[in-house]
């Protein structure tokens, strides 16, 4: 009798409970990444992470782990209050484009360069999705959404915020990265990524963002499969891939 | 155990720590500053936590993630930074979470100034964020209450779990006298904190939340939330009464500083033969509506007159109690001005000669 | 023999792993799930080659990827 093994699974760090997001959206692949990852390094039972406002607002429901829900933009705020006084747990915030770059603008700037030793996950879509497809921070010239119908006008709204860029402007030390998952190799590179700034927390090391080029395929208007291509023809154009800034000492 | 002679800031700072609390978020505002000041040296010799934050937007957030820890935390601020922690008592309480913030009120509203202030009682007793939600609300008008009701709090915030409010005003903060802490601080037993997040090791993921989608299951956390409020009004009425009894013509309702000055002016009315009384609220949420509507149902009483440092705010509490038995009148100075006994007295006597028909308050 | 196993529960109908399987052996069926959505669904068990990709992509962790025998990893992940 042939042996089964199981080479793919749901992670143990995800719920069985099917997520809201809609079909297509890569929420539910970063969700799993760093479900894996959590358990991969370990640190699953010890964990909290800090939900958001904006279509990841119920991540609560998705992880097996213990769970904060912030108000719109504060997660990092809550993250520092959290992490200050438990050192021994492990931190995350997972936060949308508005969330993070807009609202949220001045608390991750902060958490950022006071050099908190927790990691976030940031999902750029480039608009905002739980509201029902506003221009975000991180929406593209001429980029239609619903309050920029007529494509967004940079003269007016001035020209998309590269969140990694700017943090990576600070002195204090950080790990920035910033990666896709609109195909399989940019999700596997994605959970390396992720894998990384996770082991840096355990180390106790430093603050680390992974800055996530999404998917929205209903607010996009397109569907899932043509949502991936407009990602990798436009988004990763005018936001690059890459590791922007690491700790001393890091190959 | 001695007694140490303190600013105000610095005294309920370190009533704090006595309590436990050694984990602080702050932001610098006047005129609370000197809070922070002492804690920044003196939290390390206690091992707790310090730090100052960006915007008292993320103080207020700070606190909802610290306790989530389920330790003890706090913060102190003054009226606009107080507006700004809207959002997390809001937050904090629709989530179940204990906290303290002191509130050294100034002068409003906007940018006001920077001198003593009793306006913002409506925002620390009505809400002042959004929802059905109160907060626990103490005045001290002595240092020495101020230390007292301050490690109250902590003990309330945590009994409640719900966030609790010191309001001072900058005289509060600002003045020195003498002040004692007791030896270790005895509290009765509160129940495990096995809502904190500690992490899904052997037990299932908890989450600390204020999110109800359902609308049945939000309105069972807004009847659970007016459970504990309604709790808070049967056992958490403070008040004290000063030279209240059969001759008094007159019944001032005053809290805070503002409180001990009406005390100086009731006091040489008393050498000028003048019997007044003062009914003096410490829990202004929950406020001692049935108490002070006994008091002035006495039939000595001809006037109750409400002093507060604003333009007339618990006023409307007071009226509420009276429910129209007696008439109510109102003084008060804003701005930052601090009434002098002398005003206080002069007040007091207008309402006494005056031979027209009882008027109703100011507010009318 | 590489498998896999398919959630029908949580899939979703978005077709990202249809694209994404390199053997090119999966597509979407005629019939809906509970919830409404055409689900994905093997249609030449031979060709797998238990990749794991569709399972990657798979924004729903709907996908499970089993092998009988001996197994060759393509790729770290």
Redesign the interface.
Known sequence: MQDTNTTFARPEGLTDVVTHYCPGCTHGVIHRLVAEVLVELGLRERTVGVAPVGCSVLAYNYFNTDFLESPHGRAPALATGFKRLRPDMIVFTYQGDGDLASIGMAEIIHAANRGEKFTTIFVNNAIYGMTGGQMAPTTLPGQVTSTCPFGRDTQVTGMPIRVVELLSSLVTPSYLERVAVHSPAHIVRAKQAIKKAFALQKEGRCFSLIEVLSTCPTNWGITPTEATQWLDANLKAYFPLGVFKQPEGMK | MAKILMKGNEAIAEAALRAGAT?Y?CYPITPQTEVAEYLAKRMPEVGG?F?Q???E?????????????G?R?FTSSSSPGISLMQ??LS?MAG?HLPCVILNIMRGGPGLGGILPAQSDYFQATKGGGHGDYRVLVLAPSTLQEAVDLTMLAFHLADKYRNPAMIIGDGMTGQMMEPVEFPESFVESELPAKTWA??????RK???????FLDPLALEQNNIALKEKYDQMQREEVRFELYKINAKNRILIVSYGTMARICQTAIDALEGEGISVGLFRPISVFPFPHSQLREEISRANVETVLTIEMSMGQMLEDVERAVAERKPVRFFGRTGGIVPSPEEVMEETRKLLDTKAAPRRSRKA | MPGIVIDKNHCKGCELCVKACPQKILSMSREITLRGYFYAQMHDRSRCIGCRICAITCPDAAISVHHHGQMYVLFEY
């Open positions: 984990n978020f936590v730090l934050a960006e915007s937007i993320a103080v207020g957030n700070m606190l909802f993630g610290a306790a989530s820890t330790k935390v959002e997390s937050y989530a997040a500690t992490g899904a090791s052997g993921p908890l989450v600390i939340k204020s999110l």
